[in-house]
């Protein structure tokens, strides 16, 4: 099949690299020349709302997914017009503006932190003498990796906070002081059929994702997948989704999902029978989903602004270096490493860490 992908990233590139032993074959559109992706297909470079390049990308391709959250919703209301696209554009939407998706997550009965939405400078008052401090303010749109948000701990972050907001629309949310962060990724096919890797836990560093672990025989591994799943069906998704949750207790509360596959499922690609990126392509392809069991125990580190000695890293055991072939600019994803773990609780081994 030839499979077109909006974005060329490092995520549309682990895509490729999964799909090209099924014979698939990619075409990707993205702004940027230098594209990451464009080196296992064909790159269409042009903005993500140009009618033609899209019409262009339509007429080369049997179907289409894409491999991050900010295309705009036009883009793909025109593309379904005249091929299939997976994951949903409902599901992207959804997941675009914070406060449809918290309201989603709620309509289902899936716990969240409690939050308000935010227009006004009253608004603001109103929602702090509710929720009280501390608390964190977010824009609804364009949020990603810890940019658009602030943590509120007294008055003169509020103050700082509501000028540097600059009148977008946000949400006030109460500040959880969980014990975890757990990510579910799951897939669901053509036909329903919905699969779960185990738990990834994870840890942020400044909002950006740092280390992710994979769990067996997670306590929350039930639950997370239940409330995923409620999330899938009434979506009627088909691909990989990401649901990143807060472990208060016994309880999980949902932060945010991604209708996509996801930095916290990277460990897959050598940790799982099948990794999430041939999974999201084996669902938008309609072909049979491949079975997402570990095969150990696993722990992704990733590769933030500037490479580590590839030799180095290669000669720790169990280590796996992807190189995402970016230009190195600061805190800027531009690869990972994936740790293959002796025993039962995986970890970032000392001799990596001190290599980043
Ligand atoms: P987000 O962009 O919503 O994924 O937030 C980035 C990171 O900020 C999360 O992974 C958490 O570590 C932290 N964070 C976000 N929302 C909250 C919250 N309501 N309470 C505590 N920490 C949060």
Not at 36 to 42: I, K, P, R
Not at 116 to 139: C, F, H, N, Y
């Amino acid at each position: 099949m030839i499979i077109g992908i909006l974005g060329g990233g490092q995520l549309a590139r682990m895509m490729a690299l999964a799909g090209h032993p099924l014979g698939h074959r990619f075409v990707f559109l993205d702004p940027a020349p230098d594209a990451c992706a464009a080196t296992l297909g064909e790159l269409l470079v042009a903005p993500y709302d140009d009618h033609s390049a899209l019409d262009r990308l339509a007429q080369k391709v049997d179907v289409v997914t894409f491999d991050f959250e900010n295309v705009p919703a036009s883009s793909l209301a025109f593309l379904t017009e005249k091929i299939p696209v997976f994951p949903p554009p409902a599901a992207l939407q959804a997941a675009q503006d914070r406060l449809v998706e918290k309201n989603l997550f709620r309509q289902l009965g899936i716990a969240t932190a409690d939050y308000v939405a935010i227009d006004s400078r009253d608004d603001l008052t109103q929602a702090l003498a509710q929720l009280g401090l501390p608390a964190i303010l977010k824009t609804r749109t364009q949020g990603y990796d810890g940019k658009g948000q602030w943590l509120l701990r007294n008055q003169l972050d509020v103050t700082n906070a509501w000028s540097e907001l600059a009148g977008r629309a946000a949400i006030l949310e109460a500040f959880i002081a969980f014990e975890r962060e757990v990510s579910a990724i799951g897939v669901r096919g053509q036909s329903g059929e919905t699969l779960f890797y185990p738990l990834a836990e994870n840890t942020h560093h400044n909002g950006v994702l740092f280390q992710t672990l994979s769990t067996s025989d997670d306590p929350m591994q039930g639950r997370a997948e239940q409330q995923t799943s409620l999330l899938l069906e009434a979506l009627g998704y088909v691909g990989v989704i990401a649901v990143e949750f807060f472990q208060v207790g016994d309880s999980l509360l949902a932060n945010e999902f991604a209708p996509r596959v996801h930095n916290s499922g990277h460990w897959t690609i050598e940790g799982a029978e099948t990794s999430q990126f041939e999974n999201h392509l084996r669902a938008v392809a309609g072909q049979p989903l491949g079975q997402a069991l570990a095969r150990g125990h696993f722990a992704m580190v990733n590769l933030l602004g500037a490479m580590p000695d590839a030799q180095a890293v290669l000669a720790i055991p169990g280590a796996h270096l992807h190189d995402y072939g970016k230009a190195p600019r600061p805190g800027r994803k531009i690869g990972h490493v994936t740790v293959h773990c002796d025993g039962r609780t995986p970890a970032v081994p000392d001799r990596l860490l001190d290599l980043l």
